[in-house]
């Protein structure tokens, strides 16, 4: 078995307009770094279309149809003030990258493949089921969590998130439901203001780990490991996806943490211990943030390099 990467050119065609941190430029530092040889054992996969019913498992009808009617012919369309932009190309894009997680959902589940990178855009984390804000527009992590409960009939999913944002989307989606559990770690009192350890979710199915601002190697792996790994294993899911953000790195320019390429190599090993350990090794790793294009390029190579001598 292997890793697939999805991913399609429709997620270039999102252009949130000149001077956004969240370019295509993101993608195509993230595909130079993937398409070498290092890589050839990964197997690629075009990203699917996803489906209207999919979204509909998180978003709300309503939210979706203002979506849909947002999507603009020519220019750009703010979806929240100006953060959060469509252009003619981001109803395809964000379609596919639903379709990439509930494709690699399938995937694992189905034994084709031992995990799953979704080298897909725009992020996601921060799409809440009735609001598109910080730069997401649909949540494709919370919608494959809730597309293996329902089309799957899994009965505990878990999201871990360590983008250096907290995934305010996800955590709404997954507050009120105990199948759902969501981990994240982030930079704390930063965008969106929302993480404290003080929201635990209706079950304990939500964990936030707030770090502070210059947080270390040290101190984020100590942290990850009293904190987060312990209660991921406790709830002890049959599905791990990952909201995989590298705007942690120190090199990137929108946030404060000091986070090392290695770090990103240990999280994920942690991560697939722990799914080794509880379902049989089923990981979809999803793209979320990462803006120094070197950090998030080194990053992502070696966070997806885990998965694949996995
Ligand atoms: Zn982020």
Redesign the pocket.
Known sequence: MTTLIYTHDACLEHKPGAGHPESPERLKAVLRALRTPEFDGAEWREAPMGTREQVLMIHTEDFVTDVEDASPHRGTMPLDGGDTVMSPGSLEAVMRCVGAACAGVDAVMDKEAHNVFCATRP?GHHAEPNKAMGFCIYNQAAIAGAYAYDVHKLERVAVVDF???HGNGTQAAFYDRPELFYASSHQSHFYPGTGSEAETGVSHNIVNVPLPRGCDSALFREQIAAKMLPAIRAFNPELLIISA?F?AHHLDP??GLNLQDDDFDWVTRELLKIADETCEGRVVSIL???YSLEGLASATAIHVKALMDH
């Open positions: 992020c983008d250096v944002h953000g705007d929108l946030a979320e943030g990462g």
